[in-house]
């Protein structure tokens, strides 16, 4: 290998955000930044090649975290103390909720349990994609006397009763009563059972894995690869649709946003009834004009890019993060690409505030700027910051409201203007389950961003795998 190449190499590297697909397999990394304009709908990532970031660090792997169900399953479980716990059998996914409802454990031989399986809330969990595992923290005595099943006699997850007495044991409110739920009912889902479940459909990752896929007119679609959470907040993203074959394409991979897809019972040709995987409004020659991708060069979905051309093409919107929206209908956003203002955000100094917003303005930061909002949040300590989210006009498109007493977790940097006030410049904000993204790794704006579509930070098909998904 050349100097040279070596060089390009190691910059990328060195370069790579954050925001990627935590992948089990994946290289000791936090980072991925795209380099170069990809293949359409593609912008991926490469399984063959082995640079990798080498010097991420925890405070690097924030906010948004996409995995695959099929690499979810078999995750090793610890808790806080890093002692094992046992492992990730399956997920039970809501899709009236469009989230995933519980874990399934098996603590087996590691606390003498046997075959019996356990379904724990999701939001028990923390996930870390560096050290590859599920945190549950939970003292191992008190899992011993934790509600389980027979591993062939699984539960009606969707009872409601069953699922409170769950949830209390561990401590956790249901979530289909608690206010931080951010699921929607857009699944369309059908014959759903609504004996004591609330209306709820709650199916196993491994089932949907598989399914047959079809659309209203019993057309044959292809099959269901698999579905893609976010880690953070246990909504699901996207299924991926493995439809090459049927649509003479090899194996070229679709994925599909949550809100595509709906879940029916369908009688087989010996008259049993099975789940299929309904897609709405889909057909072949849509899928043929869809964005796709190799089976061996998954996207990093994470990515605001693909996001947007993804999300685009099917006219939905993604539930599970915000801050993506951007365009020629960017609005108001005078003076908020001045350098003197922006360009004062330093990733050096990039820290996290957890406090409850005393204040909401929406006012300009700097003469000669259009109105933007800016919030005053109250640590624990008492201390307040004045919080830069964004120019006014992009913010309100992120359909997320900030209201006194909400409580935020804030990523981003101090910084001093003009006038010598400290403010804090937002990077990310987490809000009753939703992320609103506000910059990229580097502290560039995604309204400034997402209103020039010709710029070459455009994610691409780069040749390193610096984080995110990876390729069976």
């Known amino acids: ?27 000791d990394t936090s980072t991925h ?49 890093g002692e094992n716990l046992g492992e990730i059998k399956d997920l039970a996914l809501d899709t009236t909720q469009n989230r995933v409802a519980y874990v399934v454990l098996s603590f087996g031989g590691v606390l003498n349990m046997g075959d019996k399986l356990f379904a724990v809330p999701f939001e028990s969990f ?44 561990y401590g956790k409110e249901p979530y289909w009563t608690s206010n931080q739920n951010t699921g929607t009912n857009t ?3 059908t014959n759903t ?34 579905v893609v959470i976010e880690l953070n907040h246990g909504q699901i993203a996207y299924v991926v649709l493995a439809s090459g074959g049927v649509l003479g394409m090899g194996e070229k991979l679709f994925a599909l946003p949550w809100q595509s897809v709906a879940f029916t019972s369908k009688e087989n040709i010996v008259g049993h009834n099975k789940m299929v995987a309904m897609l709405n409004n889909i057909d072949k020659t849509k899928l043929k004009e869809a964005p796709g991708f190799p089976k061996d060069r998954w996207p990093d979905m994470a990515d605001a890019r693909w996001m947007r051309e993804v999300n685009t093409f099917y006219g939905t919107q993604p539930t599970w993060i915000y801050g993506y929206s951007g365009g020629s209908d960017a609005g108001d956003m005078k003076g908020w690409d001045r350098a003197d203002y922006y360009q004062k955000y330093s990733t050096g100094t990039v820290t996290t505030i957890n406090g ?26 008492g201390k307040t910051a004045n919080i830069h989210l964004g120019p006014e006009s992009f913010v309100n498109r992120q359909n997320i409201q900030f209201k006194t007493g909400d409580q935020v977790t804030i990523t981003g940097a101090r910084v001093k203007l003009d ?15 939703k992320t609103l993204r506000l910059r990229d790794e580097s502290g560039k704006p995604l309204w400034l961003t997402g209103s020039n579509t010709n710029t070459n930070t455009n994610p691409g098909s780069n040749n390193n795998n ?6 069976d």
Not at 360 to 373: E, F, Y
């Open 193 to 226: 059972n609504t004996n004591n479940t609330g209306a709820r459909k709650i199916v196993k990752a491994s089932d949907v894995i598989g399914m047959d896929a079809r659309n209203g007119s019993d057309e044959n679609l292809g099959e269901i690869e698999d």
């Open 419 to 433: 006038n010598s006030k400290e403010v804090f410049m937002a990077k990310d904000v987490q809000i009753n389950g």
């Open 466 to 471: 610096s984080g995110g998904n990876m390729p």
């Open 126 to 169: 923390q996930f870390n994609r560096l050290n590859k595992a599920a945190i549950l923290n939970v003292d191992k005595t008190k899992l011993q006397n934790a509600p389980g099943f027979d591993k062939n006699s699984w539960p009606d997850f969707a009872n409601e009763q069953w699922g409170r007495d769950v949830h209390k044991f």
């Open 187 to 189: 699944s369309n889902d």
């Open 356 to 381: 409850k917003i005393t204040d909401v303005q929406h006012t300009a930061p700097m003469s000669g700027m259009s109105n933007g909002v800016i919030l005053t949040v109250q640590d624990n300590t």
């Open 33 to 81: 930044k795209p380099q170069q304009p990809g293949m359409k709908g593609g912008n991926t990532t490469s399984g063959n090649s082995g640079t990798t970031g080498q010097n991420s660090s925890d405070d690097m792997a924030k906010n948004v975290q996409l995995e695959r169900a099929s690499k979810i399953n078999g995750t090793n479980v610890k808790n806080d103390a």
């Open 1 to 27: 290998m050349n100097k040279q190449m070596l060089y390009l190499l190691t910059s990328a590297a060195t370069l790579a955000a954050s925001v990627t697909l935590y992948a089990q397999n994946a290289p």
